[in-house]
């Protein structure tokens, strides 16, 4: 059997338990588990993954590419993927614009890196990941508070700056940067994993096992899609992959000589779901608006709600699919057509509808022509 197609069945087996087990696990239970992988497990990989690399100022290159990814999307979210929405749908706009370009590839994507591109990988995934961070947890918010700030009726700028220190403090605070930080302090000085007493290395190492297993557990467990809105995110969803992949295509294309790893790397890591960080900061302005007793909230929660529950399990299923066919996915002009496609399948009902309105009122002119009726006319004899 092939070995991608191997590794996907396992992944999917554990999927398919962590779906047996829905009935039996509580909301609460979840939020613990994910505690158990955000707080333990993942730093822990992490940890290991970066202790086995060797530090050089060119790996600065993969936050800088990752901050960069983020503001495309951002850019491309607004002025392309939102546009679908009328004029009217403002909050759900601007959620679309905090979600879209997020990523969250800490419960969607390393254990995918892990099996399929090995540790190495996964050290280049978590320093990726630090740009990110910087766009999600600093550069999101603050343009959250910014759109609260002018469509709020009283301005709370000391509270916006407190709440933005709190922030980055809470980012200095989280498992996984720490890790991270140290990792980089101790390679900074030459130290390696195997530098460690040896009972406090086999510790780590086997916190480290557990991440995949658990991750995947929790993804089967946490599933729980609701239908109201379904197609359209849907919908958005695909362009959003199919412009990563545009994406993709064109950064393997400027630069051909990157090896399969690499390209599989690149492919992967920007296809991760949407942060639930973007989504945190919208429900603080949502607070701050309930106390002003604002009518028209800044974003829609519901919807934002909705595209996280839709967001997880679809950006699996792709990222399984893409290392499952790991062969076709390194040829950067089959990632171009893939984007092409999937951007066109999503427009093609869209076009189909305009299409037959088109047709249907074309239809009430010629009929009315035939038969000489003025339609002015009828409206000013019932005026």
């Known amino acids: 059997m092939n070995y991608a197609l191997q590794k996907t069945l396992e992944l999917l087996l554990i ?37 086995k690399i060797e530090l050089k100022g060119s790996l600065l290159i993969f936050p800088l590419m990752a901050l960069v990814f983020n503001f495309i999307m951002a850019i491309v979210t607004k002025y392309l993927l939102a ?26 994507c390393f254990p995918f890196i892990i099996v399929y591109l090995g540790d190495e990988y996964l050290a280049l995934a978590a320093l990726a990941d630090v740009g990110n961070k910087i766009f999600v947890l600093i550069l999101l918010y603050m343009l959250g508070m910014h759109w609260y700030h002018a469509r709020a009726v009283k301005d709370l700028v000391a509270t916006t700056s407190s709440k933005l220190k709190g922030l ?65 995110i849907f919908s958005l969803l695909m362009r959003r992959a199919g412009i990563t992949f545009l994406l993709s295509a064109i950064f393997v294309f400027l630069f051909p000589a990157l090896a399969a790893p690499m390209i599989l790397f690149i492919v992967v890591f920007p296809q991760s779901a949407c942060s639930f960080w ?15 007793e604002q009518k028209k909230p800044t974003f829609d929660i519901n919807f934002a709600v909705n595209i996280l529950a839709c967001s997880m399990p679809f ?28 951007m066109a399948v999503t427009y093609i009902p869209n076009l189909i509808t305009k299409l037959k309105r088109s047709n249907k009122s074309e239809e009430v002119v010629n009929y009315n022509t035939f038969f000489g009726i003025n339609t002015n006319a009828h409206s000013s004899e019932n005026q």
Do not use: C, W, Y
């Open 168 to 232: 980055f403090l809470s980012m200095l605070n989280e498992p996984i940067n720490l890790v991270i930080i140290i990792a980089m302090v101790l390679l900074g000085f030459g130290l390696t994993l195997s530098s460690f007493p040896e009972f406090l290395e086999n510790t780590i190492v086997k916190m480290s096992l557990i991440m995949t297993p658990l991750v995947l557990l929790f993804i089967g467990m946490a599933v729980r899609i609701k239908f109201r809105e379904f197609g359209f």
């Open 315 to 342: 950006s699996t299923i792709l990222i399984i699919s893409i290392f499952s066919f790991s062969e076709f996915f390194v040829n950067p002009l089959v990632l171009m057509i893939t984007g092409i496609v999937i």
């Open 83 to 108: 546009s679908s929405l009328s004029n009217n749908e403002g909050a759900k706009k601007r959620t679309l614009t905090m979600l879209l370009p997020s990523l969250a590839p800490g419960l969607s």
């Open 278 to 292: 973007p989504f945190a900061h919208m429900s603080a302005v949502s607070t701050l608006e309930e106390k002003d």
């Open 15 to 51: 999927i398919g338990l962590g779906l047996l087990l829905q009935k039996k696990v509580a909301k609460e239970d979840l939020k613990g588990i994910k505690t158990l992988i955000l707080s333990v497990a993942l730093p822990a990989t992490i940890f290991v993954a970066l202790l």
